[in-house]
Protein backbone atom coordinates (compact mmCIF):
# COMPACT_ATOMS: atom_id res chain seq x y z
CA UNK A 1 0.00 0.00 0.00
CA UNK A 2 1.26 3.75 -0.27
CA UNK A 3 3.62 5.26 1.71
CA UNK A 4 3.43 8.73 2.80
CA UNK A 5 6.75 10.51 4.46
CA UNK A 6 6.60 13.85 5.83
CA UNK A 7 9.69 15.84 7.22
CA UNK A 8 10.25 17.80 9.71
CA UNK A 9 7.97 16.88 12.86
CA UNK A 10 8.41 20.05 14.05
CA UNK A 11 9.26 23.62 12.52
CA UNK A 12 9.68 27.22 14.47
CA UNK A 13 10.34 30.04 12.29
CA UNK A 14 10.18 33.43 12.82
CA UNK A 15 7.29 36.09 11.38
CA UNK A 16 7.43 36.74 7.67
CA UNK A 17 9.87 33.84 7.04
CA UNK A 18 9.15 31.12 4.59
CA UNK A 19 8.08 27.95 5.87
CA UNK A 20 9.15 24.68 4.01
CA UNK A 21 7.61 21.19 4.57
CA UNK A 22 8.42 17.97 2.38
CA UNK A 23 6.93 14.56 1.56
CA UNK A 24 7.51 11.77 0.02
CA UNK A 25 5.32 9.13 -1.69
CA UNK A 26 5.46 5.24 -2.69
CA UNK A 27 2.52 4.64 -4.60
CA UNK A 28 3.24 5.72 -8.10
CA UNK A 29 0.03 5.41 -9.02
CA UNK A 30 -0.97 7.91 -6.54
CA UNK A 31 -2.21 11.23 -8.01
CA UNK A 32 -4.05 13.14 -5.64
CA UNK A 33 -1.66 15.36 -3.04
CA UNK A 34 -3.80 17.44 -0.40
CA UNK A 35 -2.33 19.08 2.24
CA UNK A 36 -4.67 19.75 5.50
CA UNK A 37 -4.49 22.37 8.59
CA UNK A 38 -5.23 21.53 11.73
CA UNK A 39 -5.63 23.89 14.44
CA UNK A 40 -5.92 23.10 18.34
CA UNK A 41 -9.01 21.18 18.89
CA UNK A 42 -10.10 21.09 15.56
CA UNK A 43 -10.64 18.45 12.46
CA UNK A 44 -7.92 19.15 9.92
CA UNK A 45 -9.06 21.47 7.29
CA UNK A 46 -7.82 21.16 3.57
CA UNK A 47 -5.62 24.26 2.30
CA UNK A 48 -4.44 23.33 -0.87
CA UNK A 49 -3.98 20.50 -3.54
CA UNK A 50 -2.70 19.50 -6.08
CA UNK A 51 -2.89 16.60 -9.42
CA UNK A 52 -0.45 14.77 -10.74
CA UNK A 53 -1.16 16.37 -14.28
CA UNK A 54 0.30 19.65 -12.67
CA UNK A 55 3.69 20.69 -11.49
CA UNK A 56 3.27 23.67 -9.48
CA UNK A 57 0.12 25.14 -7.71
CA UNK A 58 -0.11 28.90 -5.60
CA UNK A 59 -3.20 30.07 -3.51
CA UNK A 60 -1.97 33.45 -2.03
CA UNK A 61 0.75 33.20 0.42
CA UNK A 62 0.99 28.99 -0.01
CA UNK A 63 1.92 27.33 -2.97
CA UNK A 64 2.58 23.33 -3.43
CA UNK A 65 5.16 22.14 -6.03
CA UNK A 66 4.96 18.13 -6.90
CA UNK A 67 7.74 15.58 -8.51
CA UNK A 68 6.13 12.85 -9.81
CA UNK A 69 9.55 11.26 -10.89
CA UNK A 70 11.42 11.72 -7.79
CA UNK A 71 7.81 11.08 -5.71
CA UNK A 72 7.76 14.27 -3.66
CA UNK A 73 6.02 17.04 -2.97
CA UNK A 74 6.20 20.02 -0.64
CA UNK A 75 4.35 23.03 0.44
CA UNK A 76 5.87 26.79 0.50
CA UNK A 77 4.54 28.76 2.84
CA UNK A 78 5.62 32.63 1.97
CA UNK A 79 5.33 36.02 4.76
CA UNK A 80 4.32 33.28 8.00
CA UNK A 81 2.17 34.89 10.03
CA UNK A 82 1.11 33.56 13.87
CA UNK A 83 -2.21 32.07 12.52
CA UNK A 84 0.21 29.82 10.71
CA UNK A 85 0.93 28.03 13.55
CA UNK A 86 -1.03 24.80 13.52
CA UNK A 87 -0.04 21.22 12.61
CA UNK A 88 0.39 20.03 8.84
CA UNK A 89 -0.32 17.21 7.46
CA UNK A 90 0.54 16.13 3.47
CA UNK A 91 -1.80 13.16 1.98
CA UNK A 92 -1.92 11.54 -1.05
CA UNK A 93 -4.64 9.31 -3.20
CA UNK A 94 -5.71 8.04 -5.93
CA UNK A 95 -8.66 9.41 -7.46
CA UNK A 96 -10.90 9.01 -10.05
CA UNK A 97 -10.88 5.24 -9.33
CA UNK A 98 -14.10 3.85 -7.20
CA UNK A 99 -12.47 1.32 -5.92
CA UNK A 100 -10.11 3.10 -4.41
CA UNK A 101 -12.49 5.63 -2.87
CA UNK A 102 -10.75 8.59 -1.59
CA UNK A 103 -8.80 7.12 0.94
CA UNK A 104 -5.89 9.14 1.80
CA UNK A 105 -2.80 7.97 3.27
CA UNK A 106 -1.53 10.83 5.41
CA UNK A 107 2.31 11.48 6.20
CA UNK A 108 3.19 11.93 9.88
CA UNK A 109 2.53 16.00 10.28
CA UNK A 110 4.60 18.40 11.25
CA UNK A 111 4.10 20.94 14.08
CA UNK A 112 4.42 24.29 12.58
CA UNK A 113 5.34 27.86 14.97
CA UNK A 114 5.78 31.02 14.08
CA UNK A 115 7.32 33.53 16.48
CA UNK A 116 6.11 37.16 16.71
CA UNK B 1 -24.25 24.00 4.43
CA UNK B 2 -23.69 21.91 6.98
CA UNK B 3 -20.11 20.27 7.20
CA UNK B 4 -19.30 16.11 8.32
CA UNK B 5 -20.77 16.04 12.32
CA UNK B 6 -19.68 13.88 14.85
CA UNK B 7 -20.71 12.85 18.30
CA UNK B 8 -20.18 12.95 21.10
CA UNK B 9 -17.33 15.19 21.20
CA UNK B 10 -15.87 13.54 24.39
CA UNK B 11 -16.38 10.30 25.67
CA UNK B 12 -14.66 8.62 28.87
CA UNK B 13 -14.81 4.50 29.28
CA UNK B 14 -13.28 2.12 31.29
CA UNK B 15 -11.08 -0.97 29.86
CA UNK B 16 -13.35 -3.66 28.75
CA UNK B 17 -15.96 -1.82 28.18
CA UNK B 18 -17.51 -0.56 24.20
CA UNK B 19 -18.01 2.61 22.82
CA UNK B 20 -19.86 4.25 20.18
CA UNK B 21 -19.33 6.79 17.50
CA UNK B 22 -21.67 8.12 15.29
CA UNK B 23 -21.01 10.68 12.46
CA UNK B 24 -23.29 12.49 9.65
CA UNK B 25 -21.75 13.08 6.58
CA UNK B 26 -22.25 16.30 4.49
CA UNK B 27 -25.91 16.50 2.55
CA UNK B 28 -24.90 14.47 -1.00
CA UNK B 29 -21.93 12.77 0.02
CA UNK B 30 -22.04 9.23 0.42
CA UNK B 31 -18.62 7.75 0.86
CA UNK B 32 -17.69 8.54 5.28
CA UNK B 33 -14.15 7.51 6.05
CA UNK B 34 -13.35 7.12 9.89
CA UNK B 35 -9.26 7.89 10.93
CA UNK B 36 -7.84 7.61 14.26
CA UNK B 37 -5.07 9.91 15.46
CA UNK B 38 -3.35 9.37 18.61
CA UNK B 39 -1.25 11.19 20.49
CA UNK B 40 -1.85 14.56 18.56
CA UNK B 41 -0.13 13.49 15.34
CA UNK B 42 -0.56 11.18 12.61
CA UNK B 43 -4.10 9.84 10.95
CA UNK B 44 -4.64 6.76 10.48
CA UNK B 45 -6.96 4.92 8.22
CA UNK B 46 -9.30 2.92 10.06
CA UNK B 47 -12.36 2.53 7.76
CA UNK B 48 -14.17 3.36 4.38
CA UNK B 49 -18.12 2.78 4.00
CA UNK B 50 -19.88 3.68 0.97
CA UNK B 51 -23.78 3.18 -0.21
CA UNK B 52 -23.69 1.26 2.86
CA UNK B 53 -21.02 -1.29 2.81
CA UNK B 54 -17.81 -1.43 4.40
CA UNK B 55 -14.99 -0.84 1.07
CA UNK B 56 -11.92 -1.26 3.29
CA UNK B 57 -10.43 -0.97 6.35
CA UNK B 58 -7.17 -0.34 7.66
CA UNK B 59 -4.57 -2.42 9.45
CA UNK B 60 -6.77 -2.57 13.01
CA UNK B 61 -8.24 -5.16 15.31
CA UNK B 62 -11.54 -6.46 13.91
CA UNK B 63 -13.06 -5.21 17.79
CA UNK B 64 -13.17 -1.85 15.83
CA UNK B 65 -16.50 -1.97 13.54
CA UNK B 66 -18.99 0.58 12.50
CA UNK B 67 -21.71 0.56 9.84
CA UNK B 68 -23.41 3.21 7.33
CA UNK B 69 -26.83 3.92 7.45
CA UNK B 70 -29.69 4.26 4.50
CA UNK B 71 -29.28 8.14 5.31
CA UNK B 72 -25.35 7.77 5.27
CA UNK B 73 -24.41 8.48 8.19
CA UNK B 74 -22.55 6.22 10.30
CA UNK B 75 -21.19 4.62 13.41
CA UNK B 76 -17.82 3.64 14.67
CA UNK B 77 -17.43 0.61 17.77
CA UNK B 78 -15.09 -0.09 19.26
CA UNK B 79 -15.53 -3.21 21.62
CA UNK B 80 -13.11 -4.15 24.94
CA UNK B 81 -11.78 -0.90 24.79
CA UNK B 82 -7.93 -0.73 25.84
CA UNK B 83 -5.94 2.31 27.23
CA UNK B 84 -4.32 2.62 23.78
CA UNK B 85 -7.77 3.09 22.26
CA UNK B 86 -7.49 6.85 23.67
CA UNK B 87 -7.38 8.97 20.55
CA UNK B 88 -9.16 11.42 18.77
CA UNK B 89 -11.25 9.85 15.84
CA UNK B 90 -12.41 11.40 12.88
CA UNK B 91 -14.84 10.89 10.32
CA UNK B 92 -14.92 12.14 6.54
CA UNK B 93 -17.21 12.15 4.13
CA UNK B 94 -16.36 13.02 0.27
CA UNK B 95 -18.09 13.08 -3.13
CA UNK B 96 -15.39 11.99 -5.33
CA UNK B 97 -13.86 14.77 -6.00
CA UNK B 98 -10.81 13.96 -4.05
CA UNK B 99 -11.09 16.74 -1.35
CA UNK B 100 -12.33 14.48 2.34
CA UNK B 101 -13.88 17.17 4.84
CA UNK B 102 -13.32 16.39 8.07
CA UNK B 103 -16.05 16.91 11.26
CA UNK B 104 -14.24 17.98 14.81
CA UNK B 105 -13.90 14.58 15.43
CA UNK B 106 -14.70 12.43 19.08
CA UNK B 107 -12.45 12.42 21.94
CA UNK B 108 -11.93 9.06 23.45
CA UNK B 109 -10.47 8.48 26.79
CA UNK B 110 -10.00 4.88 28.47
CA UNK B 111 -9.06 4.86 32.15
Known amino acids: GENVEQHPSTLSVQEGDSAVIKCTYSDSASNYFPWYKQELGKGPQLIIDIRSNVGEKKDQRIAVTLNKTAKHFSLHITETQPEDSAVYFCAASIEGIKAAGNKLTFGGGTRVLVKP | EAGVTQSPTHLIKTRGQQATLRCSPI?????VYWYQQALGLGLQFLLW???????NRGNFPPRFSGRQFPNYSSELNVNALELEDSALYLC??????????FGEGSRLTVL
Open chain 2, 49 to 55: YDEGEER
Open chain 2, 92 to 101: ASTSYTGELF
Open chain 2, 27 to 31: SGHTS
